[in-house]
Structures are given as structure tokens and as C-alpha cells.
């Protein structure tokens, strides 16, 4: 295998774009096809391909959307629009993903390299989105703002569309690429977006030894680097001899759907487990964001009556709910719980 060789890879897994790359002995035009491939399944009288990992892009699906949901509600945390972006484009990708790998656009049609373009051009959106979301941690530039929102979403858009158009040229054979001329989409798809998620793992393990108490954080990032570092080791080495042992049922890009989601999900883990949020500001989403203590009293009657309250010098108001009867007149005190900053590095 030569540096920016797709030959190797594509013998031992099934991508969907390896009918686009490579040649065979067969013709130098039908691209390269691997050794071992999942066995498909028919429904329906429909044919389906990969079901394993069909089946694992349809849980990613509805994972994701519980995670939006989640990340949604926490309306006062830091980085939420951001983060959401990342699980918009990966919820995007799985969509294109069970599109190919089911075989709704099957090998040998037209739309077929603009669907393996987009895919590719996706994945690499995602990377650089998880890795400029890796900044915000450190406060280079205010969260939620518009610099944030959109320098994230217009990177993301351009650098989808630079990967989608050099996957497509190489494709399609336009301006000097070619199928059996594919260094610059080895290097995009492997070098640059590896060391995006490379540098994005370690400005988070900076940020929790820097900035944080506790080490629980540094958990879910070795999980997350032990699920994606699995998968693509034993898709691109043993997914060929997985394939042969399990008679066709599974191959390697089961292993690496499944390991993907849940690296994408340690992802979440983590950002949940460092990001807390603001109850001052919370919108009715928990319950208990204050600390209600009564003296014994009663309640005024008008709840927008002001007295003075024993022992304090100054007037508060009282916002009650209904006709309450104690024998000394007090107030009823609310007293906002201690908050912290969303990294934990101070309280307020």
C-alpha cells in the first residue's frame, strides 16, 4: 500500500465510495471490491445492504436526537448552540451514511459519487466543528455569540464543501484527479480531520487538569479516543477475518458504525459533565433551583405588600400563593443556591 493508496483499504472493507477509487483486474474503470462484505437481506422484497450496520445508523438516529433534546434544554449552558451544531451535522451524516450503506443509492448509479462526496465532506465537517468547539473552554471568544455561532457554522460549511468537491473531482475524474490519483482525498480524509480530533482531545485533557477539580471528565475522553481508535483499528486490520468468522453476517463497518456512535455519545458525556448550568437563569426545566425557608409567620394577604421585616433595615416584597395564618409577622425568604461557573473554575 502507497501513501495515498486506497487500494489496501477498500480489499478489506466495504466503504461506500471504494466503487469510485482504484482499479480491478476486471476493468480499470469498476473501481476496487473488497474481499468480505456483509451479506444482504431482503424485506419487503427490497434488498438491503449491510443490515448490521444499517441497524446501528438507525439507533444512531434516534440517539442523537435524544442527545439535541438534552443539550436543548440546558438553556443557560455554555457552548449549547455550538455543541448543537456538532450533533446537527453528525445527525446529517448518518442520514447520507444509511443512504449508502443501505443501498438506496447502490453501486454503478450516477448519484452515486455525489452521495459518497457529500458523505465524505460531512465527516470532515464534523471533525473541524468538534475542534472549534474545542476553544471554547478556554474562553478564546464569547459563547453563543454571533462571531461564535456562525465562525463555527461557516467553517464547517466551507470545509465540507472543500473535502465534497476534491472527493467529486477524484470521483468523476476532473481537473488532473482520477481514481487511481487520490493523495489529496487521502489526505484530507486521514490527515487533516485526524489531526483535528487529534488537537480537539488534547486541548480537552489541558482544560481538565488546567481548569477543573475533578477528574471524572478525563473519563469520558479515554472512553471517547478508546471507541473511535477501536473501530477504525478493527475495520481497517481485522474487519476482513471479522467478516470470514462471522459468515458474512458482520464486517468491519459494523464495528466502526457502532463505536463511532459511541464515541459521538462520550462526546456528549463529556460535554454534560463539564458544563453546568446557571439556575439563577434557569427557565423551569429542574426543580429546586431555590432554597425556601420559612420562619414562623404569616404570609400578607396582598401578596405585593411591603413591610419591613424585623432586624433588617429595609423593605422586601412578598409573593405569595393563596391566604396563610402564623402568629408574627415575617417574610417569606428566598435565597438563590451557590451556582458555578460552567468549567467549575470559580463560584460566584
Not at 480489499?11 to 477509487?21: G, Y
Not at 443557560?76 to 455550538?82: D, F, H, I, P
Not at 475542534?131 to 465562525?151: A, H, K, M, R
Given at each position: 500500500?502507497?501513501?495515498?493508496?486506497?487500494?489496501?483499504?477498500?480489499?478489506?472493507?466495504s466503504?461506500p465510495?471504494?466503487p469510485?477509487?482504484g482499479?480491478?483486474?476486471?476493468?480499470p474503470e469498476s473501481?476496487?471490491?473488497?474481499?468480505?462484505?456483509?451479506?444482504?437481506?431482503?424485506?419487503?422484497?427490497t434488498?438491503?445492504?449491510q443490515g448490521?450496520?444499517?441497524?446501528?445508523?438507525?439507533?444512531?438516529?434516534?440517539?442523537?436526537?435524544?442527545?439535541?433534546?438534552?443539550?436543548?434544554?440546558?438553556?443557560?449552558?455554555v457552548?449549547r448552540?455550538?455543541?448543537?451544531?456538532?450533533?446537527?451535522?453528525f445527525?446529517?451524516?448518518?442520514?447520507?451514511?444509511l443512504?449508502?450503506?443501505?443501498?438506496?443509492?447502490?453501486?454503478?448509479?450516477?448519484a452515486?459519487p455525489?452521495?459518497?462526496?457529500a458523505?465524505?465532506?460531512?465527516?470532515?465537517?464534523?471533525?473541524?466543528?468538534?475542534?472549534?468547539?474545542?476553544?471554547?473552554?478556554?474562553?478564546?471568544?464569547?459563547?453563543?455569540?454571533?462571531?461564535?455561532?456562525?465562525?463555527?457554522?461557516l467553517s464547517?460549511?466551507?470545509?465540507?464543501?472543500?473535502?465534497?468537491?476534491?472527493?467529486?473531482l477524484?470521483?468523476?475524474?476532473?481537473?488532473?484527479l482520477?481514481?487511481?490519483?487520490?493523495t489529496?482525498?487521502?489526505?484530507?480524509?486521514?490527515?487533516?480531520?485526524?489531526?483535528?480530533?487529534?488537537?480537539?482531545?488534547?486541548m480537552?485533557?489541558l482544560?481538565?487538569?488546567?481548569?477543573?477539580?475533578?477528574r471524572?471528565?478525563?473519563?469520558?475522553?479515554?472512553?471517547g479516543?478508546?471507541?473511535?481508535?477501536?473501530?477504525q483499528?478493527?475495520?481497517?486490520?481485522?474487519?476482513?477475518?471479522?467478516?470470514?468468522?462471522?459468515?458474512?453476517y458482520?464486517?468491519?463497518?459494523?464495528?466502526?458504525?457502532?463505536?463511532?456512535?459511541?464515541?459521538?455519545m462520550?462526546?456528549?458525556?463529556?460535554?454534560?459533565?463539564?458544563?453546568?448550568e446557571d439556575l439563577?437563569?434557569?427557565?423551569?426545566?429542574?426543580?429546586?433551583?431555590?432554597?425556601?425557608?420559612?420562619?414562623?409567620?404569616?404570609?400578607?394577604?396582598?401578596p405585593?405588600?411591603?413591610?419591613?421585616t424585623?432586624?433588617v433595615?429595609?423593605?422586601?416584597?412578598v409573593?405569595g400563593?393563596?391566604?396563610?395564618?402564623?402568629?408574627?409577622t415575617?417574610?417569606?425568604q428566598?435565597q438563590?443556591?451557590?451556582?458555578?461557573s460552567?468549567?467549575?473554575?470559580?463560584?460566584?
Amino acid at each position: 500500500m502507497g501513501f495515498g493508496d486506497f487500494q489496501t483499504i477498500c480489499t478489506r472493507v466495504s466503504l461506500p465510495f471504494c466503487p469510485l477509487v482504484g482499479s480491478s483486474k476486471i476493468s480499470p474503470e469498476s473501481g476496487t471490491q473488497p474481499v468480505c462484505y456483509s451479506r444482504t437481506i431482503e424485506l419487503a422484497n427490497t434488498v438491503i445492504f449491510q443490515g448490521a450496520a444499517s441497524f446501528v445508523h438507525i439507533a444512531a438516529l434516534i440517539m442523537t436526537v435524544i442527545m439535541i433534546i438534552h443539550v436543548r434544554s440546558k438553556f443557560t449552558a455554555v457552548g449549547r448552540k455550538e455543541i448543537t451544531t456538532f450533533f446537527y451535522i453528525f445527525f446529517i451524516l448518518t442520514i447520507f451514511s444509511l443512504v449508502l450503506d443501505a443501498g438506496v443509492v447502490p453501486p454503478g448509479s450516477n448519484a452515486l459519487p455525489w452521495f459518497a462526496a457529500a458523505q465524505i465532506g460531512l465527516a470532515s465537517a464534523l471533525c473541524l466543528s468538534l475542534f472549534i468547539n474545542g476553544f471554547l473552554g478556554f474562553q478564546v471568544y464569547e459563547d453563543g455569540t454571533t462571531l461564535s455561532v456562525w465562525l463555527l457554522r461557516l467553517s464547517s460549511f466551507a470545509w465540507f464543501g472543500i473535502t465534497g468537491l476534491i472527493a467529486l473531482l477524484t470521483f468523476q475524474s476532473w481537473a488532473g484527479l482520477s481514481p487511481t490519483k487520490t493523495t489529496g482525498l487521502f489526505v484530507v480524509m486521514y490527515l487533516f480531520n485526524g489531526g483535528f480530533l487529534l488537537v480537539y482531545v488534547v486541548m480537552q485533557i489541558l482544560l481538565v487538569l488546567g481548569t477543573l477539580q475533578d477528574r471524572w471528565p478525563l473519563g469520558d475522553i479515554l472512553f471517547g479516543v478508546f471507541f473511535f481508535v477501536t473501530g477504525q483499528v478493527v475495520m481497517y486490520t481485522v474487519g476482513e477475518t471479522l467478516c470470514q468468522q462471522a459468515q458474512h453476517y458482520l464486517d468491519g463497518l459494523f464495528i466502526a458504525s457502532l463505536t463511532n456512535l459511541l464515541a459521538v455519545m462520550m462526546v456528549y458525556k463529556y460535554w454534560d459533565s463539564i458544563t453546568t448550568e446557571d439556575l439563577e437563569f434557569s427557565v423551569g426545566t429542574k426543580v429546586g433551583n431555590w432554597d425556601v425557608k420559612e420562619n414562623p409567620g404569616i404570609l400578607l394577604d396582598d401578596p405585593y405588600e411591603t413591610v419591613p421585616t424585623k432586624g433588617v433595615g429595609r423593605e422586601n416584597a412578598v409573593y405569595g400563593q393563596g391566604r396563610h395564618s402564623a402568629s408574627s409577622t415575617t417574610l417569606l425568604q428566598l435565597q438563590p443556591t451557590k451556582r458555578q461557573s460552567v468549567h467549575g473554575a470559580m463560584d460566584y
